[in-house]
């Protein structure tokens, strides 16, 4: 049975939690306080995914909310709930939330307090933006999440952090802006048409809402271009090198494990099936901008001297592949995208988890700082070498599955039509190669020549408690990934049934009366009759 | 007994009022400005009471009541917060105090 | 026994093996000088699946293929792939051939790294090794083939790289991965292309469904399984990475880059021979491409003095045969040659090994009496005479180089011939790509015997060449380490009687090995053979043989002569007879020069020097530039913001009192 509200919880669990680690009597308490609280959090979201009926993943289940969250005039609700898509990305992200706290027990020193709380406020946004089910609650968590990072960066960063938070936030800011402007317009446009005229943002009212070609282009353009900075596609990523390396530790895990991922969900769960014949037509538009971004973010990558920035244009590299899957409109690179941000979010993660310790360690981050260490840290190498490899697509390991079935996926693509294209992504396996290895051979292999080098120390329990998890799920998920893929099949699918129904209609708009009766006939017929009934609100 | 004119209420008020001002606006003391602001509340005081009179409506003076609460809640939290920037800048001196500009 | 517990436990024993000695030592530093324990668990997870593989392999043709599914690995929509072994005929060879030579090896080691502090690393790196071989070679699809490919790859670079102090060692590692990425590459894209037109990575499906694609994809699937197989198995144009990979200790040499990883090319293209024999363009790429690299890598071997160099292009040069029996539709003779070639081979490697540790023996005295010159326990030019002191090293060596040589009657002799029968037999049924392939092959057969016969003579005979050989000299290794080699040696000679030539059916005996491999009246194989029209005369093919015969007779017979005059002098003569193409040989034709200049250093300094900065500047430039204009505005407005309150309470007053006045008036 479904627990009433377990949803709610864990999204609003860790916001309480903030506002009392505040009260906290001591830096000590603080800390362990946000691990239960994150904990307790990760263990609460279990039951989402072990009572998950499999069998209707396609629709919404754990639903919770339902009141009208600004004025009851308007149709704008707190509705949460989660489908095949939603339930990795949230389980991703609580369990993500111990794993920055204990990464974060040392290196944060000063203002503690403040840190955990912010930590627990983004971690509410974060499971928000996932769950939410009115695209004006979604934009609310997509904002959330957006201050604390700010004074994540901001506060606890390296030396050029206020550059750095202020680009994030302002250059995050100017694209979700204008989809704001897009869902209000959306909201006037859906109510006028579907719901007497009252405003509404609802997710499902607005899957029924049929638009036209020229509409569609306008509004997608503006969804996409704030998800296209969030993810972030090439030429939209420069925010991206900086965020990360100013950022802290757990600052950088969360933002390239979650934050980003916000973007390709988005494009999932909104531009795709709102805007299907505008997403169509921009697909070849955004699977070049993909591959550019696999190979230019892998070869910026090779000729970085900073590890951290490294790790960074690696992002760009990876989600490049995320891109090309979700606009491939193929099954199996839809699901490749969805397992490929799960997988990118646990890899590159623990990268940045571990370019961490060794930042805690020399206080540098460049590589030609390094050099032979696997002599002196064989743990935190083995870690280190395991987490590349996934990273670099190796089969048997989580990166490859995604890899593979994006790439496949987009190789028979009818939408793309472009094995060429293909092809070019396809370097970026090579590519990944090359700056992984690079950077392990530069760091950890080689004569251990400096005497600081020489005395470090490997891996303490707390850092293994981190990291073992995540190699564990590296593992899991590169030798049976098919109970994860199981779990959004279901959506992947219907999400493409939409699409082609959807198309189906606007393209019938735009075509002559006698000639729009006969393709109403072929289309698929119920269009209004389907899909929302999971949505039913207890 | 001679009835004072509803005018010379509302001229006293003035003048307190636009001494209240000028003390916020000029001053530099933040004290002296806390008790500026308190002179225009006690001004306002002044013209809720005298209409009150002269228009017979007691709800005037009411206002008054609640007008002193907040006053009396102003000064508090006011005089608090000088206290905390004292400690913190070792002056009371408002062109010290200017954090916006930085 | 229930086939799919066999299977599993063939398969998951080295895995099990690789994990305890992995990680507990990993964890648990103490375990680390375990050595014997750790010795004993790694080689007896290699033995035990050996001795499971012979059972299966005694029960007989019956039931093959048999396949044993586990579970689903991935699956979308319709198309799916398991987590499948296949057992049949040439899997089970395969299997045999890897987990038998492999379990020498590992025994072999567990004497040669005796010293070394991350005893425990190697052997678990060697059972992951087999872990990975072993899924490659019983994959019941495509993809999880590539899991292995990949794998070995991966064990690949963890053991070239082992000895990783040594930046030259490191980079030797990288360059080898990354090489073999390139291959991965186009073994990847001819997956897109199976799985977009047939729906399925399994076998059976795939060859199944080959019918039904065109032949440009046919012919496309076919050439990039070959550029994937040129990355593993070392040919032109992706050879260069097998040389530097020697860094690595000598039994990884042995194992990997001799006797198992790099005949996996060919395995895979035996196991999809139906297919390769409907793209017969890419057949004569194949033939042509091996035929060459045959011969540029013997030629190179030629000039090298570094004992495991001419190894490793030697068996770039036997890699290449095997490709030109591949190319000429001779599947299973490439098998035979996978199996004879890993008797030889490991066995040479091994007696190199040997060698070397008694080098290092040599060296140690010698710092020891106070010699501080430069040393290479692996410069033959610094060995010499060493029959007397390692007999049991030398002898072994001798015959693996006669069996290389091909010297009739050893395993060498057999698999070499029905290559260049089977080149010649093609040829003479109209493919004349075919002869050309065989001359070659004939060319190089005697230049293989030559060289061989060289790093011999350098090696065990004459006398010594390392400084005070008269104080000090190596000892022969212990009993661990030449026990495999008395073993291989032996395989080495009578291992050639399963693949008789086609003139012994006249005596009454068969071919054996084509027999299981590409099958007989009652036995379907799983190695596919094109259909002849023309067949050979008897007393051609007599004649071929003895030609055969003759060529590696010489070859050995020259090179114990002139070596045996000059030594060291001998090279000095050849360099003098042929010049501008000895130097031509020296620099290995300048591949690696090639790719450096026109592949390597272009990508890393575009990205150093264009992309880089083209990040900082334009991108990057462009989005700050924006910021800067709004900055510049900024600026402008906050020049009305003085910072005091006064200031701005004053502002309000003057408002309130311009509203007011606009309301009075």
């Keep these: 049975m479904q627990m009433a509200n377990l949803l709610s919880v864990v999204i609003l669990l860790p916001l309480v939690g903030a506002g009392l680690a505040l009260m906290a009597p001591s830096d000590r308490a603080v800390r362990w306080f946000a691990l239960l609280v994150t904990t307790l959090t990760f263990v609460l979201s279990v039951p989402l995914w072990t009572e998950f009926d499999l069998s209707r993943a396609a629709d919404l289940q754990f639903v919770s909310g339902g009141f009208a969250l600004i004025a009851d005039s308007l149709d704008v609700r707190y509705l949460v709930g989660i489908d095949g898509f939603s339930l990795l990305l949230v389980l991703l992200t609580t369990l993500l939330g111990p794993i920055v706290v204990l990464s974060s027990w040392r290196y944060i020193t000063r203002r503690t307090k403040g840190y955990y709380a912010l930590l627990l406020v983004l971690q509410t946004g974060m499971t928000g933006v996932f769950c939410a089910f009115d695209v004006l609650l979604f934009y609310v968590f997509f904002e959330l999440t957006l201050i604390p990072m700010y004074f994540l960066i901001g506060i606890w960063g390296g030396e050029q952090r206020i550059y750095a938070a ?20 959306l909201g006037i446009e859906a109510g006028a048409a579907l719901n007497n005229g009252v405003f509404t943002t609802d997710y499902f009212k607005l899957l029924e809402f049929d638009m036209a070609v020229s509409m569609q282009t306008w509004l997608f353009v503006l969804f996409a271009f704030a998800f296209a900075i969030k993810v972030p596609i090439f030429p939209f990523h420069t925010w991206l090198p900086d965020a990360h390396v100013q950022a802290p530790t757990g600052g950088s895990v969360i933002l390239a494990g979650v934050l980003l991922k916000m973007g390709t969900y988005g494009l999932v769960r909104f531009c795709l099936p709102f805007f299907p014949n505008a997403s169509i037509a921009h697909a070849e538009l955004f699977a070049i901008l993909a591959v550019i971004g696999i190979i230019y973010g892998a070869l910026v990558s090779r000729a970085q001297p900073d590890a951290k920035k490294l790790v960074a244009y690696s992002s760009v590299s990876h989600l490049g592949f995320v891109v090309l899957g979700i606009f491939a409109f193929t099954l199996e690179s839809l699901q490749g995208a969805m397992i490929q941000m799960v997988n990118h979010g646990i890899s590159t993660g623990a990268l940045f988890l571990l370019v961490g310790m060794l930042y805690e360690r020399r206080h540098t981050r460049l590589m030609s700082d390094y050099g032979g260490i696997a002599r002196s840290v064989p743990l935190l190498t083995f870690f280190m070498v395991l987490t590349a490899l996934a990273s670099a697509g190796l089969p048997g390991l989580n990166g490859f599955v995604g890899e593979f079935m994006i790439l496949v996926g987009a190789f028979s693509s009818e939408v793309l039509d472009s094995p060429l294209l293909v092809a070019l992504a396809t370097t970026g396996v090579i590519l990944a190669a090359v700056y992984l290895l690079w950077m392990l051979s530069r760091m950890f292999f080689g004569p251990l020549t400096e005497q600081a080098n020489v005395k470090m120390k490997d891996l303490s329990v707390r850092e293994l408690l981190v990291l073992i998890p995540m190699g564990l799920l590296m593992i899991i998920l590169g030798l049976m990934p098919q109970p994860f893929l199981k779990v959004s099949e279901p959506a992947a699918e219907r999400l493409l049934e939409t699409i082609e129904r959807k198309k189906a209609v606007a393209e019938g708009q735009s075509l002559p009366e006698h000639l729009l009766d006969e393709f109403r006939r072929d289309s698929p017929s119920g269009a209004g009759e389907r899909s929302v009934e999971g949505a039913e609100i207890p | 007994m001679m009835e004072i004119p509803l005018s010379w209420y509302l001229s006293l008020s003035g003048v307190l009022f636009s001494i209240g001002v000028m003390g916020v606006l000029f001053r530099s003391n933040l004290i002296v400005i806390l008790m500026s602001v308190e002179l225009m509340l006690n001004a306002v005081n002044l013209t809720l009471v005298a209409f009150s009179q002269y228009l017979g409506d007691v709800s005037g003076q009411i206002l008054v009541i609640f007008v002193m609460s907040v006053a009396a809640a102003e000064a508090a939290i006011g005089l608090a917060l000088v206290i905390a920037i004292f400690r913190n800048k070792l002056t009371v001196d408002i062109n010290n105090i200017n954090l916006f500009k930085h | ?172 590692a990288s360059k080898a991965f990354i090489v073999n990425r390139v291959g991965d590459f186009a073994f990847l894209l001819a997956m897109f292309i199976v799985v977009r037109d047939v729906g399925s990575l399994d076998f059976d499906a795939v060859l199944a469904g080959t019918a039904g694609m065109s032949a440009e994809a046919v012919t496309m699937v076919v050439l990039l399984l070959f550029i994937g197989a040129t990355g593993k198995s070392a040919q032109i144009p992706l050879f260069i990475w097998l040389p530097d990979a020697m860094a690595g200790p000598t039994p990884v040499s042995a194992l990997i880059h001799a006797a198992t990883m790099v005949t996996s090319g060919l395995y895979l293209l035996a196991r999809m021979s139906p297919m390769v024999l409907m793209a017969p363009d890419i057949m004569v790429l194949i033939a042509i491409i091996g035929a060459v690299t045959a011969l540029v890598a013997a030629t190179i071997a030629l000039t090298r003095s570094d004992i495991k160099q001419v190894l490793a292009y030697s ?159 190596p000892h022969e290794s212990p009993r661990s380490m030449t026990l495999p080699l008395i073993v291989l040696a032996g395989l080495a000679m009578v291992g050639g009687f399963i693949g008789l030539p086609k003139v012994a059916e006249k005596l009454g005996f068969s071919n054996w090995i084509h027999g299981y491999l590409a099958g007989h009246a009652g036995h379907a194989g799983p190695v596919a053979e094109p259909e002849l029209h023309a067949h050979v005369p008897v007393g051609l093919e007599i004649a071929l043989i003895l030609a055969g015969s003759l060529i590696a007779i010489g070859g050995v017979v020259w090179a114990w002569r002139f070596y045996g005059r000059y030594e060291l002098g001998g090279d000095e003569l050849v360099q003098g007879r042929f010049g501008r193409l000895y130097r031509w040989w020296k620099v290995g034709y300048g591949f690696n020069e090639l790719y450096d200049r026109t592949v390597v250093r272009p990508v890393i300094s575009s990205a150093e020097k264009l992309f880089a900065p083209f990040d900082q500047r334009i991108v990057d430039g462009l989005v700050n530039a924006v910021a800067r204009v709004m900055q510049a505005f900024g600026w402008l407005f906050a020049r009305l913001q003085t910072g005091v309150v006064q200031n701005y309470a004053l502002a309000i007053v003057l408002g309130v009192v311009l509203v007011m006045l606009l309301l009075v008036f």
């Excluded at chain 3, 799919?4 to 992995?22: D, S, Y």
């Excluded at chain 3, 502090?117 to 090794?129: E, G, M, P, Q, T």
């Excluded at chain 3, 081979?345 to 106070?370: Q, T, Y």
């Excluded at chain 3, 075919?434 to 060289?454: D, K, S, V």
């Design chain 1, 166 to 185: 202020v680009k994030f936030v302002i250059y995050t800011m100017v694209g979700s802006l204008l989809m704001l402007v897009a869902i209000i317009y």
């Design chain 3, 1 to 172: 026994m229930n086939l799919q517990l066999l299977v599993v436990l063939i398969v998951g024993l080295p895995l099990v093996g690789a994990l305890v000695n992995g990680l507990i030592p990993l964890f648990y530093a103490p375990a680390r000088q375990w050595k014997t324990l750790i010795g004993a668990v790694g080689s007896l997870v290699v033995m035990v699946p050996f001795a499971l593989a012979l059972y299966l392999f005694s029960q007989g043709t019956g039931g093959l293929p048999d396949v044993a599914a586990l579970y689903t690995w991935m699956a979308v929509g319709d198309f799916s792939v398991s987590v499948a072994y296949r057992v049949d005929e040439l899997s089970l060879i395969m299997t045999l051939i890897v987990t038998g030579v492999g379990g020498l090896i590992h025994v072999y080691a567990t004497g040669y790294m005796a010293d070394d502090r991350s005893f425990w690393k190697f052997f678990a790196y060697l059972n992951l090794f087999i872990f990975m071989m072993l899924n490659l070679v019983l994959a019941n699809n495509l993809l999880l083939l590539f899991l292995g490919w990949e794998g070995v790859g991966l064990c690949s670079w963890l053991l070239i790289g082992f000895w990783y102090d040594k930046r030259k060692n490191s980079a030797a």
């Design chain 3, 315 to 473: 068996t770039v040069s036997q890699l290449g045969f095997m490709f030109m029996a591949a190319g000429v539709g001779a599947f299973f003779v490439a098998i035979f040659h996978v199996l004879t070639h890993a008797f030889f081979k490991a066995c040479l490697f091994l007696g190199s090994g040997s060698v070397i540790h008694g080098m290092h023996h040599v060296e140690h005295e010698l710092r020891h009496r106070g010699y501080d010159g430069a040393f290479d326990s692996q410069d033959m030019r610094l060995m010499g005479g060493l029959r007397e002191f390692m007999p049991v090293t030398r002898w072994t060596y001798l015959l693996s180089t006669l069996a290389i040589a091909g010297i009739p009657l050893t395993a060498g002799f057999f698999s070499k011939d029905e290559i260049l029968f089977k080149a010649f037999e093609y040829g003479y049924d109209g493919q004349l790509y075919a002869w050309l392939a065989w001359a070659i092959g004939l060319g190089t057969a005697l230049l293989t015997a030559f060289y061989m016969t060289r790093s011999y003579m350098l090696t065990f005979e004459g006398s010594g060449r390392w400084p005070m050989p008269d104080q000090v000299h």
